[in-house]
């Protein structure tokens, strides 16, 4: 049989130590939150530098090459440039909500990437309900950008954050229908577990068809959910100057523009969870020995590189499709996505009662 | 239709049109009372067809007191040019729109009042076209004093 | 005689509202002089009801510098230095129908070697303009990558331009009575790289933006303008041609050596911002075959026929003579009155015509085929403001 | 941040190596501003195609010096490159265009129609001669089009300056234009005198020795 891993969070280090010794609980409860910090601003710089440099390489240029060797220290100037930044506040505004609303984007990423098991060790919390809370915390983005938008009294944010409002609500419907096929097979809506879930190989091949179907239209979803070309309507360059962040500037520029980076880390991280095996190894059934191959990649590693695919294949996107018409975008999720994901979702469900997938494990 | 002919049926079409001389292409003056009237046959009659109006500007004369209005049209159909000229006096230059037979005069003659100063009679959106509402003055008048304006010492 | 003055603030408050109470209530936007997709300082007036456009007013004047003015006061051979900034994508078309109005003026016989390298040089600015367009055109409707590519192969005529005429943008070559310099010796070898390494780009032009399938419902009958308004709105070049009309002056009032080539002129059938597309396409393809056909023999002579005399008087009397643009027809009329200054010169520039196809055609769709549209006219604001 | 650089050097001054840690805090802060100009897309004419345009494209690369994020609002750019002509309709779009952006910003006025009116000096109603007039001008970039090249020297001295000049003890005090780069003993009279002998002395051209280098006929 394969290896077993065992799954431990900081969360349930905490609690097991509170009893004894509260310090130390208290202690692993910062590293938790201090380790999201880090692990944010760490990854905001390194995704914000790999996306100029790789836009830089698709158009036959070289990206930044002054600050710091090949640019690296770029992002960290342009971050302490933003801190630097006059902060301005539109007078005819709505001031309140104008100061609020890039930390409720915020807000919904830092509660996402708790829930997202980069490795058997490296996970913040697991919640039984992890597939639902992460899906229902994404949801505090499209707040934000609608109250950014419309308390800039501009008329170019309000018409962006519109737009985004109408294009995320109508996109998270096929994005969980996507997510409820894998649930169906793993059985369980605990990420930990649908990771291990997938011990004998990963649910986008396991389960024949319907799983690459259900990725295919997650990844269209998702891509519209954190506004990333071909669905970046709601902050179009060129025909709205900036959508709906047209009135912000410095820290709080700041904040939605690291908030869509770290988002696009989410979506990655979620289709690499349920659809790639997150940090399990690549395994066929009971084929013993490549199995024991595979496992001698840490599963830390399975993770990175499998989310490191998805990010650079979202960038990919950006520098190859133009944007679609509102329209367009809305026809392409009512008229052509959700079809898809009813009909997938029985097709699954079918699978899954008559057990016709590959290595059945009830 | 070669050159000489298409002269002769654009003189036969009103009185008081006659060939313009010291042009390098086909010119012909006609009376500003009757210009209305001489571009719709020129437009509507299919043996000349001038469906296109290639420009509309002006020159002024101040010396002789008169502002002359060039309309420069072709034939898409029959690919031949015509270029037709008119005067009004430089005190009261009015004169009827042709934006009626083609959509683009509107906004050429536009220009021209706002750079001369001719008022167009029938047109439906007449107001300056480069410059400020409020602005004093028509700038390509001969006679257009600027404090803004530097002239090149001689 | 009723005639009325308005001023802007009284025409948009003539704008008729939709009163009905069903409908939504209906905003002003001002697609100001500084916005990302009006290539330079046009500004658009919109009336918009949520996201489509109900009217358009353009507003210009922002970058009105007076050119006609000035041009009563310079001499003809230095008025060849201000067209350069008029459309600045076409320098060396609008350099050559200043000098064609003098030289027909005085009657200038001119040899091959001149009419040869003009039509070369004209074409290959032709090219370079597309290019410029096609990416600016990918970049509006929201691709960031076809603009660099455009770019890239932009800078490779730019440097065999520059080699030749010494500038990069505006060129101020093509002067009455023949240019200003002989080409280089390797004029001849570095188009013919040129052209060798820009055809198989070409085809990735057409996979990159034509056959992806977003692009082309982006643009598939997006603010169609039919042959009747597009003659009567006066549009001249692609935008005419992609309406049906094949009104072109290489083949209808052929100058230079177009007369000895062969090419075909592409003419669209609906005339819509696909067929637009289309046309542009087609006509770098063109243009690279007109420079194939010209650049192993051009003729020997020399390339300057009269004295570079500065005060070139002209005779009284009007002239007018225009040329093909990438963009349209480029019209020159002078009045001279026989000093070395033109009493008058207008010039009918292509952009100010073509401009006004989006308030015919964008009025009903939505604010991003508003942009699409814009971009496929491919405007240049200083040409059309002076 | 506001409240760290502005109230905060008074207090940090008298304290033993405070004014050490206020020359470090100088550096950091100089040193993000200039690496990192967001340029605002503003060309309203030729200039735009050369210095804003072909800058950013592929051969010349304005990326390498990490100012390669055109944004389009004036909120988030801190670079306003004046390309082009300004006339007299765009004069107050421009003060709007320059009050709106955040506190740092920096202005370079390239192409000589931004510095001085370029061709439209004389006899021209609506040209304004000189940026300068209207909103106060960093660095200066001459020619028409500027090469791109000539773009990144100006680009590259305001980041020099950037990073000379300012101090938190003195927010928005800056190094004048390079002008104030002159050597000892030589002032701008000096050199304007000069160019107006020179320009004197070159002003004739002479006709027939210029026929008879290209062989033409006498006049």
């Given at each position: 049989?394969?290896t077993?891993?065992?799954?431990?969070?900081?969360a349930q280090?905490?609690?097991?130590?509170l009893p004894a010794?509260p310090?130390i609980?208290s202690?692993?409860?910062?590293?938790?939150?201090?380790?999201?910090?880090?692990?944010?601003a760490g990854?905001?710089l390194?995704m914000?530098?790999a996306?100029?440099?790789?836009?830089a390489?698709?158009?036959?240029?070289l990206?930044?090459?002054r600050v710091?060797w090949?640019?690296l220290?770029?992002t960290?100037a342009?971050?302490?440039k933003l801190l630097?930044?006059?902060?301005i506040v539109?007078a005819?505004g709505?001031?309140?909500?104008?100061?609020?609303?890039?930390?409720l984007?915020?807000?919904?990423?830092m509660l996402?990437?708790?829930?997202v098991?980069?490795?058997p060790?490296?996970q913040?919390?697991?919640?039984?309900?992890g597939?639902?809370y992460?899906t229902?915390?994404?949801?505090?983005?499209?707040?934000?950008i609608l109250?950014?938008?419309?308390?800039s009294?501009?008329?170019w944010?309000l018409?962006g954050?519109?737009?985004a409002g109408?294009?995320?609500?109508s996109?998270?419907?096929s994005?969980?229908?996507a997510l409820l096929v894998?649930v169906?097979f793993?059985g369980?809506l605990q990420?930990?577990?649908?990771v291990?879930?997938?011990?004998?190989?990963?649910?986008?091949?396991r389960a024949p068809?319907v799983?690459l179907?259900s990725?295919?239209?997650y990844l269209?979803a998702s891509t519209?959910?954190i506004?990333?070309?071909?669905f970046?309507i709601p902050?179009?360059e060129s025909?709205?100057t900036a959508?709906?962040h047209t009135e912000?500037?410095g820290?709080?520029f700041?904040?939605f523009?690291?908030?869509?980076?770290?988002n696009?880390f989410?979506?990655?991280a979620?289709?690499?969870?349920?659809?790639?095996?997150g940090?399990m190894p690549?395994?066929?059934?009971g084929?013993?020995t490549l199995?024991?191959?595979m496992?001698?990649?840490p599963p830390g590693?399975w993770f990175a590189g499998k989310?490191?695919?998805?990010?650079f294949l979202?960038?990919?996107?950006r520098w190859?499709?133009p944007?679609?018409?509102?329209d367009?975008?809305?026809?392409?999720e009512?008229?052509?996505?959700?079809?898809?994901g009813?009909?997938n979702?029985?097709?699954?469900?079918?699978?899954v009662i008559?057990n016709l997938?590959?290595f059945?494990?009830? | 239709m070669?050159?000489d002919d298409?002269?002769a049926?654009?003189i036969?079409?009103?009185?008081?049109v006659?060939k313009?001389?010291l042009?390098?292409?086909?010119?012909?003056n006609?009376l500003?009372e009757?210009?209305?009237?001489f571009m719709?046959?020129l437009?509507?009659?299919?043996q000349?067809?001038?469906?296109m109006?290639?420009?509309?500007?002006?020159?002024?004369?101040?010396?002789?007191n008169?502002?002359?209005?060039?309309?420069?049209l072709?034939?898409?159909k029959?690919?031949?040019y015509?270029?037709v000229a008119t005067?009004v006096k430089r005190?009261?230059?009015?004169?009827?729109?042709?934006s009626?037979?083609?959509?683009?005069?509107?906004?050429?003659?536009?220009e021209?009042?706002?750079l001369?100063?001719v008022?167009y009679d029938?047109?439906p959106?007449?107001?300056?076209?480069?410059?400020d509402?409020?602005?004093?003055?028509f700038?390509?008048?001969?006679?257009y004093?600027d404090?803004f304006?530097l002239e090149?010492?001689e | 005689?009723?005639?009325?003055?308005t001023?802007l603030d009284?025409?948009i408050?003539?704008?008729?509202t939709?009163e009905?109470?069903?409908?939504s209530?209906e905003?002003?936007v001002n697609?100001?002089?500084?916005h990302p997709s009006?290539h330079?300082?046009l500004r658009?007036?919109?009336?918009?009801?949520?996201?489509?456009v109900?009217?358009?007013?353009?507003v210009l004047?922002?970058i009105?510098?007076?050119?006609?003015?000035?041009?009563?006061?310079?001499?003809?051979?230095?008025f060849v230095?201000?067209?350069d900034?008029?459309d600045?994508?076409s320098?060396?078309?609008?350099?050559?129908?200043?000098?064609m109005v003098?030289?027909?003026a005085m009657n200038?016989?001119?040899?091959?070697r001149?009419q040869?390298?003009r039509?070369i040089?004209?074409?290959?600015q032709?090219i370079?303009?597309h290019q410029?367009?096609?990416g600016?055109f990918?970049?509006d409707l929201g691709?960031?990558?076809?603009?660099?590519?455009?770019?890239r192969?932009r800078?490779k005529?730019t440097?065999i331009?520059?080699?030749?005429?010494?500038?990069r943008?505006?060129m101020?070559?093509?002067q009455?009575?023949g240019?200003?310099?002989d080409?280089?010796?390797?004029?001849?070898?570095?188009v013919?790289e040129?052209?060798s390494?820009?055809?198989?780009?070409?085809?990735e032009?057409e996979?990159?933006?034509?056959?992806?399938v977003?692009?082309?419902?982006r643009?598939?009958n997006?603010?169609?303008l039919d042959a009747?308004?597009a003659?009567s709105?006066g549009?001249t070049g692609p935008?005419l041609r992609?309406?049906?009309?094949?009104?072109?002056?290489?083949?209808?009032?052929?100058y230079g050596?177009y007369?000895?080539v062969?090419?075909?002129?592409?003419?669209g059938s609906?005339g819509d911002?696909w067929?637009?597309y289309?046309?542009?396409?087609?006509?770098?393809?063109?243009s690279?075959?007109?420079?194939?056909q010209?650049i192993?023999?051009?003729?020997e002579g020399?390339?300057l026929?009269?004295?570079?005399?500065?005060?070139?008087?002209?005779?009284?009397?009007?002239?007018y003579?225009?040329?093909?643009t990438?963009r349209?027809?480029?019209g020159v009329f002078?009045?001279?009155?026989?000093?070395?200054r033109?009493?008058?010169?207008h010039?009918r520039t292509?952009?100010f015509?073509?401009l006004?196809?989006?308030t015919?055609?964008a009025p009903?769709?939505?604010?991003a085929?508003l942009?699409?549209?814009?971009?496929?006219l491919?405007?240049?604001v200083?040409?059309?403001?002076? | 941040?506001g409240?760290?650089?502005e109230k905060l050097?008074i207090?940090?001054?008298p304290m033993p190596g405070?004014s050490?840690?206020?020359t470090?805090?100088?550096f950091?802060i100089?040193w993000a501003?200039?690496n990192s100009?967001?340029p605002?897309?503003f060309?309203t004419s030729?200039c735009?195609i050369?210095?804003?345009?072909a800058?950013?494209?592929?051969?010349?690369?304005l990326?390498?010096?990490?100012a390669?994020v055109a944004r389009?609002?004036?909120r988030?750019?801190d670079l306003l490159?004046?390309a082009?002509t300004?006339?007299k309709?765009?004069?107050?779009?421009?003060?709007t265009?320059?009050?709106?952006m955040?506190e740092?910003r920096?202005?370079?006025a390239t192409?000589s129609?931004?510095?001085?009116g370029?061709?439209?000096?004389?006899?021209s109603?609506?040209?304004?001669?000189?940026?300068?007039?209207?909103?106060?001008?960093?660095?200066?970039v001459?020619g028409?089009?500027?090469?791109?090249?000539?773009f990144?020297y100006?680009l590259?001295?305001?980041?020099r300056?950037?990073?000379?000049?300012?101090?938190v003890?003195k927010?928005g005090?800056r190094?004048k234009p390079?002008m104030?780069?002159l050597?000892?003993?030589i002032?701008?009279a000096?050199?304007?005198?000069?160019?107006?002998?020179?320009?004197d002395?070159?002003?004739?051209v002479n006709?027939?020795q210029q026929?008879k280098?290209?062989?033409?006929?006498?006049p």
């Amino acid at each position: 049989m394969n290896t077993t891993w065992k799954v431990t969070t900081v969360a349930q280090r905490a609690a097991e130590a509170l009893p004894a010794h509260p310090w130390i609980a208290s202690g692993y409860l910062l590293l938790g939150v201090a380790g999201i910090g880090a692990f944010v601003a760490g990854l905001g710089l390194a995704m914000i530098y790999a996306e100029r440099k790789i836009a830089a390489h698709f158009q036959c240029r070289l990206g930044p090459m002054r600050v710091g060797w090949h640019g690296l220290l770029q992002t960290v100037a342009d971050m302490l440039k933003l801190l630097m930044k006059e902060d301005i506040v539109p007078a005819q505004g709505d001031q309140l909500l104008h100061l609020f609303a890039p930390l409720l984007t915020f807000l919904g990423t830092m509660l996402a990437i708790m829930m997202v098991p980069m490795s058997p060790i490296l996970q913040v919390a697991d919640v039984n309900i992890g597939v639902l809370y992460v899906t229902a915390v994404s949801g505090f983005g499209v707040l934000g950008i609608l109250l950014g938008g419309w308390s800039s009294n501009n008329k170019w944010s309000l018409l962006g954050a519109m737009r985004a409002g109408a294009q995320i609500i109508s996109y998270e419907i096929s994005a969980t229908l996507a997510l409820l096929v894998v649930v169906m097979f793993s059985g369980t809506l605990q990420l930990s577990h649908i990771v291990q879930s997938q011990a004998d190989g990963w649910w986008i091949w396991r389960a024949p068809g319907v799983g690459l179907v259900s990725f295919i239209v997650y990844l269209i979803a998702s891509t519209a959910e954190i506004n990333r070309t071909p669905f970046d309507i709601p902050e179009g360059e060129s025909e709205l100057t900036a959508g709906f962040h047209t009135e912000y500037s410095g820290i709080r520029f700041a904040f939605f523009f690291l908030a869509e980076f770290i988002n696009m880390f989410i979506v990655s991280a979620m289709a690499a969870t349920l659809f790639l095996g997150g940090w399990m190894p690549f395994h066929i059934g009971g084929f013993g020995t490549l199995n024991h191959a595979m496992d001698l990649i840490p599963p830390g590693l399975w993770f990175a590189g499998k989310t490191g695919f998805l990010i650079f294949l979202i960038m990919w996107f950006r520098w190859t499709f133009p944007r679609l018409r509102v329209d367009q975008l809305m026809r392409l999720e009512w008229k052509i996505l959700l079809p898809v994901g009813f009909a997938n979702l029985l097709v699954g469900a079918s699978f899954v009662i008559f057990n016709l997938y590959f290595f059945p494990w009830h | 239709m070669s050159p000489d002919d298409l002269v002769a049926a654009v003189i036969a079409i009103e009185s008081g049109v006659a060939k313009k001389d010291l042009c390098d292409r086909l010119a012909v003056n006609v009376l500003p009372e009757t210009l209305l009237k001489f571009m719709q046959r020129l437009h509507d009659d299919p043996q000349l067809a001038f469906d296109m109006l290639y420009t509309h500007t002006a020159v002024d004369y101040p010396v002789e007191n008169r502002i002359e209005l060039i309309y420069q049209l072709y034939s898409v159909k029959q690919r031949h040019y015509l270029m037709v000229a008119t005067s009004v006096k430089r005190d009261k230059p009015e004169i009827s729109s042709v934006s009626s037979i083609w959509r683009i005069a509107e906004w050429h003659e536009r220009e021209v009042y706002d750079l001369f100063g001719v008022l167009y009679d029938g047109h439906p959106d007449l107001r300056r076209l480069f410059l400020d509402d409020d602005w004093k003055g028509f700038p390509l008048r001969k006679d257009y004093k600027d404090d803004f304006m530097l002239e090149r010492p001689e | 005689m009723s005639i009325r003055v308005t001023t802007l603030d009284e025409k948009i408050h003539e704008i008729p509202t939709n009163e009905s109470p069903m409908a939504s209530q209906e905003y002003f936007v001002n697609m100001g002089p500084q916005h990302p997709s009006t290539h330079g300082v046009l500004r658009l007036v919109l009336k918009m009801d949520g996201e489509t456009v109900r009217e358009i007013l353009p507003v210009l004047g922002y970058i009105h510098r007076g050119i006609e003015k000035k041009g009563e006061h310079i001499g003809y051979r230095q008025f060849v230095h201000l067209t350069d900034r008029l459309d600045y994508l076409s320098a060396l078309a609008n350099n050559w129908a200043v000098s064609m109005v003098v030289e027909k003026a005085m009657n200038i016989e001119l040899n091959d070697r001149i009419q040869t390298i003009r039509t070369i040089m004209a074409e290959l600015q032709r090219i370079q303009s597309h290019q410029l367009w096609w990416g600016v055109f990918g970049m509006d409707l929201g691709a960031f990558t076809p603009f660099l590519y455009g770019f890239r192969d932009r800078e490779k005529i730019t440097t065999i331009l520059e080699e030749t005429i010494g500038a990069r943008l505006t060129m101020n070559y093509i002067q009455p009575g023949g240019l200003m310099f002989d080409i280089q010796p390797d004029f001849a070898k570095k188009v013919k790289e040129f052209i060798s390494y820009f055809k198989p780009k070409l085809e990735e032009y057409e996979t990159l933006v034509s056959n992806n399938v977003i692009f082309e419902q982006r643009m598939k009958n997006v603010g169609i303008l039919d042959a009747a308004t597009a003659v009567s709105i006066g549009t001249t070049g692609p935008v005419l041609r992609a309406s049906g009309v094949a009104h072109d002056l290489r083949k209808d009032e052929p100058y230079g050596v177009y007369g000895k080539v062969q090419f075909k002129v592409a003419v669209g059938s609906v005339g819509d911002s696909w067929d637009r597309y289309r046309v542009r396409i087609e006509e770098m393809r063109q243009s690279i075959q007109i420079v194939e056909q010209l650049i192993d023999n051009i003729p020997e002579g020399k390339t300057l026929v009269m004295k570079p005399a500065i005060k070139i008087k002209l005779p009284a009397g009007n002239y007018y003579s225009h040329i093909e643009t990438a963009r349209g027809i480029f019209g020159v009329f002078v009045v001279a009155d026989g000093t070395d200054r033109p009493y008058r010169i207008h010039l009918r520039t292509p952009n100010f015509n073509n401009l006004w196809a989006v308030t015919v055609t964008a009025p009903g769709w939505r604010l991003a085929d508003l942009v699409t549209i814009l971009s496929s006219l491919d405007i240049v604001v200083p040409d059309i403001d002076r | 941040m506001g409240v760290i650089t502005e109230k905060l050097p008074i207090y940090i001054e008298p304290m033993p190596g405070g004014s050490m840690v206020l020359t470090s805090m100088d550096f950091m802060i100089n040193w993000a501003h200039a690496n990192s100009l967001w340029p605002l897309t503003f060309g309203t004419s030729c200039c735009a195609i050369e210095v804003m345009m072909a800058a950013g494209a592929s051969n010349h690369d304005l990326a390498r010096f990490g100012a390669e994020v055109a944004r389009a609002t004036p909120r988030q750019a801190d670079l306003l490159v004046v390309a082009g002509t300004i006339v007299k309709r765009m004069a107050p779009i421009l003060k709007t265009l320059y009050a709106q952006m955040g506190e740092p910003r920096y202005v370079i006025a390239t192409g000589s129609c931004a510095i001085s009116g370029g061709p439209f000096v004389f006899n021209s109603y609506t040209t304004i001669r000189g940026v300068d007039q209207l909103i106060p001008v960093d660095v200066y970039v001459p020619g028409c089009p500027p090469r791109p090249e000539a773009f990144f020297y100006g680009l590259l001295t305001l980041q020099r300056m950037i990073k000379e000049g300012e101090t938190v003890r003195k927010p928005g005090i800056r190094r004048k234009p390079v002008m104030a780069a002159l050597p000892e003993g030589i002032t701008i009279a000096d050199i304007q005198a000069e160019l107006a002998a020179l320009l004197d002395r070159n002003a004739t051209v002479n006709v027939p020795q210029q026929c008879k280098e290209r062989d033409l006929d006498e006049p």
